[in-house]
């Protein structure tokens, strides 16, 4: 089956402007999760969406805003672009509880989006 | 809050010879936990992952970690490393209920293969 899909893979956006970036999870997972990779702080939880609803979220200022439609893909959206929002974002999504073992999830990453902000 | 330490940021080792990927979590409940790999350019790919039972799981590409409760260690290990393992691996830690899935990453280790 068709793995996660991130789009685009590569974008370059000027500080103030706005970005949206889109996530497609794999067919059957309704959990899709946000995290944001740089070098100097590695990989940061953004949120997770199950089922349109936003159900945690890490710790990252409201310009940093997300959104799950019916059919599971998701959205993330940066406003106010600051130098220091560049980096690569990572979507991954889950199955449904229950499958796998015991109930937990696995992650399976998409290839993410590289956002550098001039 | 739950938490993962990987103590090396960076590791050499020589084509063919042992190799070990510390990782050490904090968390307060029996946890679940992942080792990741990442090439360049890419998404993490799931090595391996323990949930319960048998402390040695296997994983894919030869690899295999060890969960230590005592320890609060999940070590990466592989007895022959190849060229293409050059990456940066990183070790994470997720609820062990479900709920919502927030899984903790450490900071990586990168690794480098010399000839």
């Known amino acids: 089956k068709a793995g996660v899909t991130q789009t685009p893979r590569y974008l370059i956006k000027t500080r103030g402007q706005q970005v949206t970036l889109s996530c497609s999870p794999i067919?059957?997972?309704?959990?899709v999760s946000w995290y944001q990779q740089t070098p100097g702080q590695g990989l940061q939880f953004l949120f997770e969406?199950?089922?349109?609803?936003?159900?945690n979220k890490g710790n990252f200022p409201g310009r940093f805003s997300g959104r799950q439609f019916s059919n599971s893909r998701s959205e993330m959206n940066v406003s106010t672009l600051e130098l220091g929002d560049s980096a690569l974002y990572l979507c991954a999504s889950s199955g449904p509880l229950g499958t796998g073992t015991s109930g937990a999830n696995v992650l399976t990453f998409g290839a993410g989006s590289r956002l550098t902000v001039l | 809050a739950q938490s993962v330490t990987q103590p090396d940021i960076h590791i050499t080792v020589s084509e063919g010879a042992s190799l070990e990927l510390r990782c050490n979590y904090s968390y307060g409940a029996t946890p679940y936990l992942f080792w990741y790999v990442q090439s360049p350019g890419q998404g993490l790919q799931l090595l391996l992952k323990y949930f319960s039972g048998d402390t040695l799981v296997q994983g894919i590409k030869g690899f295999e970690a060890e969960f230590k409760r005592s320890q609060s260690s999940f070590n990466l290990r592989k007895p022959s490393v190849h060229w293409s393992d050059a990456a940066e691996y990183f070790c994470a830690v997720g609820p062990h209920s479900g709920g919502y899935q927030k899984v903790t990453f450490g900071t990586g280790t990168k690794l480098q293969v010399i000839p």
């Open positions: 067919s059957g997972h309704r959990s």
């Open positions: 969406y199950f089922s349109e609803t936003q159900r």
